[in-house]
């Protein structure tokens, strides 16, 4: 057992703050749960910080967290992580940027204002990532599986 999955607790206190309670008995308030590899590994590598961002504990993956735990980190992370998937991009307003994209997401269809091309980043094969003009970042899983349409558009910025 390293050092950093010692026996230890985790609960959520009367403010709903994660709190690790940790071998020597000390209580971290306000920890949070950070994946190593957020899009090519999800379930691989999860830590859990302090406030200031020092780590306190370690899990090689989610099948090393004790089941009573493993809600109350994925419950952090589901509010933390917002990162809604394109599935289809509908309408470009010119393909030139800044410019203004319809999409169509997994919570919905909305608008995003694309500031410039380097705003599309590839994170690993086909998988993409763009950040709007407001710092939202948006997921393409796999872009070889868009629609035609989206495709087309797609490729006008890349």
Request: hydrophobic residues 40%; contains cysteine; glycine residues 6%.
């Amino acid at each position: 057992m390293s050092q950093y999955q010692k026996p230890h607790s985790l609960e959520r206190d009367s403010l709903g703050r994660l709190v690790l309670v940790d071998a020597s008995g000390n209580r971290h308030v306000g920890v949070y749960p950070v994946r190593a590899f957020p899009i090519t590994a999800p379930g691989a590598g999860i830590s859990l910080m302090d406030q200031s961002g020092k780590e306190l504990c370690w899990f090689d993956g989610v099948a090393s967290i004790p089941e009573a735990e493993l809600g109350l980190i994925e419950e952090e992370m589901a509010a933390r992580e917002f990162m809604p998937v394109i599935e289809r991009i509908t309408k470009v307003s010119t393909f030139a940027t800044p410019s203004i994209w319809d999409i169509e997401t997994d919570r919905g269809p909305t608008r995003i204002r694309l500031k410039a091309e380097e705003d599309i980043r590839r994170i690993a094969g086909n998988t993409l990532l763009i950040a709007d003009s407001n710092g939202l970042q948006f997921l393409i899983k796999d872009s070889t599986q868009l629609d035609k349409v989206s495709k087309k558009l797609l490729d006008r910025f890349r």
